[in-house]
């Protein structure tokens, strides 16, 4: 049995899809903080089957929940303070994305105009979509912003 300790102050990302920590942990950049961070992968879930999870300490002002929220809006996100669980936050679909994914459009201006910003608007809630601000070409779900 694996036994990752509790966090003093910081953040617990759950419910992530199994396989996805790793990628979330770049989108995130979590690698320029310098704070601890455990990656938990595969662990065993009852709501899910499998799951990874992502224990980090910092301040949860270092996180971009939009970004998060563009990820997987199911990840659920505990704020821990003196090693407890004080709040848990919903993440829902934002309205606007900015610099996260790229227009996939040859003829839009982001892909002449490099120092432009890649921004996306939330056209459809119900299926997810979302179109860029430029051209409106409908993301795919291919590139992501490095």
Do not use: W
């Amino acid at each position: 049995m694996l036994n990752v300790g509790a966090i003093t102050e910081g953040f617990v990302l759950d419910h992530i899809r199994a396989g996805e920590s790793l990628s979330i942990y770049a989108d995130l950049k979590l690698d320029q903080l310098d704070c601890c961070v455990a990656i938990i992968k595969n662990a065993r879930s009852n709501k899910m089957g499998k799951k990874d999870i992502l224990k980090v300490e910092c301040d949860i002002d270092n996180l971009d929940l939009d970004v998060l929220g563009f990820i997987d809006h199911n990840i659920t996100v505990n704020i821990i303070k003196g090693e407890k669980v004080v709040e848990k936050r919903v993440l829902h679909l934002p309205k606007e994305i900015k610099n996260i994914i790229r227009c996939q459009n040859p003829r839009c201006i982001t892909s002449m105009e490099q120092e432009l910003d890649q921004i996306f608007f939330l056209t459809d809630e119900k299926t997810e979509t979302y179109r860029c601000k430029y051209c409106e070409e409908k993301y795919k779900g291919l590139k992501r912003v490095k």
